[in-house]
């Protein structure tokens, strides 16, 4: 065996005939990783199961769970990884409510395949026991951190988080409500403790990151887009917060054509996004992850729901 032959079969014991193309290792011409995420979401719907009446009025035609479904149907045909969230105010609004006490939002949320839902200050109004109802026939979890429901018939009824996982990616969501004292009758909602919403989030937003290793962080809050007094706002908690992406906000019935995005404690950006009210639009954020860097692309719109 001459020196050239022993010098290439020792070359490729150590690389691999296929290791080697034109040069370069096949990983390195390989293309990086692409995975796509579409997360839909509503907030304070309020019962609207129907379209506003054709009154003349500024929403007029607009809205409908009919209608809703058909637009989520859609986008899911064209993406394979969607999630579908609502921030909360499921119940009151309409005389479905007064009827039905809720039952009819939550099977037409069902229909849809919400993933998880969040608690508003309204889905109260039925009482405590009618939460227990009406939540106990939902096929998605009601997820909220700062509510401790110990001693109360809502006990073990919620979830403080879930992970969500799609094509390799892991989706960390959490949930946190307004503070019930002076905004909800205290007969309903009882012995419910109410915890702080930025210490809460924080540690739920630290173990989603850090010990469930969740590549994306959403909060699904109840709290309200901004104030002008000193009251937590989705604004307030996104800068006081830690390893949160995405806020998905309720209550204030805010319409943002676009996420806003406020500064987190270590300087990072936390995108706050808020639909309005009554089903009127379904929020839509479309996020690329690409394998090795920290933060997705993102774009965003709000589809409106009409015919």
């Known amino acids: 065996m001459d020196a050239f032959q022993s010098n290439r079969r020792q070359f490729l014991k150590l690389f691999g005939t296929a290791a080697v193309v034109g040069g370069f290792a096949p990983e390195a011409l390989a293309k990086p990783k692409l995975t796509q995420l579409t997360i839909l979401h509503t907030n304070d719907v309020h019962s609207r199961l129907e379209p506003f009446p054709m009154d003349g009025g500024r929403n007029a035609g607009r ?69 227990v109802t009406q939540f106990g026939k939902a096929k998605f979890p009601f997820l909220i951190a700062n509510y401790d429901f110990k001693n109360t018939a809502m006990d073990g009824r919620t979830e403080p988080y879930r992970v969500f996982k799609k094509d390799g990616l892991r989706i960390g969501v959490f949930g946190v409500g307004i503070k019930p004292e002076g905004l909800i009758p205290k007969e309903l909602f009882r012995e419910t403790r109410y915890l702080d919403p930025i210490e809460t989030g924080n540690d739920m937003a630290a173990k989603l990151r850090n010990d469930l290793n969740c590549d994306y962080v959403i909060c699904l809050s109840h709290l309200g887009y901004q104030y002008n007094d000193k009251a937590v706002s989705d604004r307030v908690f996104a800068s006081k917060s830690k390893n949160i992406d995405l806020i998905i906000g309720g209550h204030t019935h805010t319409f943002l054509e676009a996420p806003v995005n406020v500064l987190s404690q270590d300087g990072l950006p936390v995108l706050i996004n808020q639909v309005g009210f009554a089903g009127i639009y379904l929020g839509r954020i479309d996020l690329t992850f690409e394998r090795g860097k920290a933060k997705p692309v993102m774009e965003s719109k709000a589809v409106e729901v009409k015919s």
């Open 63 to 131: 809205g409908g769970v009919v209608r809703r479904a058909t637009l989520i149907n859609q986008i899911r045909s064209e993406q394979a990884n969607v999630l579908l969230f609502d921030a909360g105010d499921l119940f009151q609004g309409t005389p479905y409510f007064n009827l039905y006490k809720g039952e009819p939002e939550v099977q037409a949320m069902n229909q849809m395949r919400y993933d998880a839902s969040t608690i508003g200050n309204h889905d109260f109004d039925g009482g405590m026991d009618n939460m």
